[in-house]
């Protein structure tokens, strides 16, 4: 069964620290996702794509996130640099359709992230 | 950000009970209404989803009830089990511009043998 695939698990950096995140989504899935997932909280939409355009990313701290999907396939989401407050769970999801309907999300297991 | 308020924020119940969480939302424009199951350490994976065209959607021990007049959908878990100790999600999503999938804040269900 296919899986979306993401690395590292788990990442322990002290602030100010530059950090990457990479993602690779089901073959052939047109949009990926980024969420952040605060411990006991749901996930919240970070930055959206499709294919290699960015649809949505009205969420993202744009001064210290920056996220890339150059050739439409996998993603990377960066921070720089990393503020105690970015302590989460990063999550990358795919989706097979193009945005602009409700379609099937799958996750990925996640990015653990510290921030010391 | 929260456009989805779900509750009960942990849940206890014993095996072979039924166990509910209740959700609710306040854009009328959502017309997907997922739930998704999230074990320690894995990402959220799709359990059951429904469409507002219908009430209830049955899918062997998992039903949610949809109430659109309310803006409330709930999650039933018959014969709960150990094995569906886990936290889940209610979401909403719409079909428009703005069709960011919106997460409730979790419930943590604990099965007790």
């Known amino acids: 069964e296919a899986e979306v695939a993401q690395s590292p698990r788990y990442k322990i950096t002290e602030k100010s620290q530059a950090v990457a995140f990479w993602c690779d989504p089901i073959s052939g899935h047109a949009t990926l996702y980024w969420y952040r997932q605060i411990l006991g909280q749901g996930p919240e939409l970070l930055v959206q794509?499709?294919?290699?355009?960015?649809?949505?990313d009205s969420q993202l701290p744009k001064d210290r996130f920056s996220a890339e999907r150059l050739k439409g396939v996998d993603s990377t989401l960066k921070i720089q640099p990393a503020e105690l407050g970015d302590s989460a769970m990063y999550l990358c999801a795919s989706s097979r359709y193009a945005s602009g309907g409700a379609d099937e999300q799958f996750f990925g297991p996640g990015t653990r992230l510290t921030v010391l | 950000q929260q456009q989805v308020k779900q509750s009960p924020q942990s849940l206890i119940v014993q095996k072979g009970g039924i166990s509910i969480i209740n959700c609710a939302y306040e854009?009328?424009?959502?017309?997907?209404f997922p739930w998704y199951q999230q074990f320690p350490g894995k990402g959220p994976a799709l359990l059951i989803a429904i469409r507002p065209d219908v009430s209830e959607k049955k899918e062997g021990r998992f039903t949610i009830s949809f109430n659109k007049s309310a803006k409330q959908f709930s999650l039933h878990i018959m014969d709960s089990q150990p094995g569906d100790s886990a936290t889940y999600f209610c979401a909403a999503q719409g079909n428009d511009n703005n069709n960011d999938m919106r997460f409730g804040a979790g419930t943590r269900l604990t099965v007790k043998p």
């Open positions: 794509f499709q294919d290699e355009s960015v649809v949505d």
């Open positions: 854009n009328t424009a959502f017309d997907y």
